[in-house]
């Protein structure tokens, strides 16, 4: 279930708010720019290709693309057999921004996002049919724990793909991980 669990920076051990609400973690998220939507996801096979997939969702990338003007679109999946899947989560697991919005819509399986807003942490674990659109410069991390399970669209303005800037804070490594806050979920 897509969950949001609100940190006080200070106070990163408990979550002070916890929600499964989706129209209330849309309603949150909003007030700091991030946008969040859960579309109806199709049927497609295990094994589809990114070509097939983005074919399935074309009429989404394309309002996308025309609403905020993307230049390109790609899948990323990820499963738990990958000999680099730990490579993958060390590089997403600091926190970072991009010069460009950072958008991700799960075709399948789930994702953990902590955006950091002054002193406190919003973590979303998105979950099949999830969107997010993170604005540019916000300040956040992604871990997609130890067996990574999922399958991505991602839309970019910039063609070369996902440019990340490291903060070099240590916020990341205060909260709790995936395994903690999804792992029940996963």
């Known amino acids: 279930m897509t969950t949001l669990s609100i940190f006080d920076q200070s106070a990163p051990e408990t979550p002070r708010v916890v929600t499964e609400d989706a129209g209330k973690i849309a309603n949150l998220l909003a007030e700091h ?37 993307f230049q390109a679109a790609d899948v990323i999946s990820l499963n738990p057999d990958n000999p680099q899947k730990e490579v993958f989560r060390r590089k997403f697991l600091d926190e970072h921004v991009h010069s460009e919005d950072e958008v991700r819509f799960f075709v399948r399986g789930q994702g953990l996002f902590y955006l950091h807003f002054g002193d406190q942490v919003y973590a979303v674990l998105c979950q099949k049919n999830d969107l997010i659109s993170v604005p540019d410069g916000t300040r956040h991390w992604f871990d ?23 903060t070099g ?5 205060r909260l709790p991980r995936y395994e903690r806050l999804a792992g029940a979920a996963g």
């Not at 669209?153 to 793909?161: A, D, K, V």
């Not at 804070?169 to 490594?173: G, P, R, T, V």
Request: hydrophobic share 40%.
């Open 33 to 69: 720019g991030v946008r969040f939507e859960q579309w109806a996801t199709r049927d497609l096979p295990a094994d589809a290709s990114a070509e097939d997939i983005i074919e399935a969702y074309g009429g989404e990338i394309r309002a996308l693309k025309d609403e905020c003007g």
């Open 144 to 166: 997609m724990g130890p067996e990574p399970a999922f399958t991505c669209i991602r839309l970019f303005t910039n063609p070369e793909g996902w440019v990340a800037d490291f």
């Open 169 to 173: 804070e240590d916020i990341a490594s």
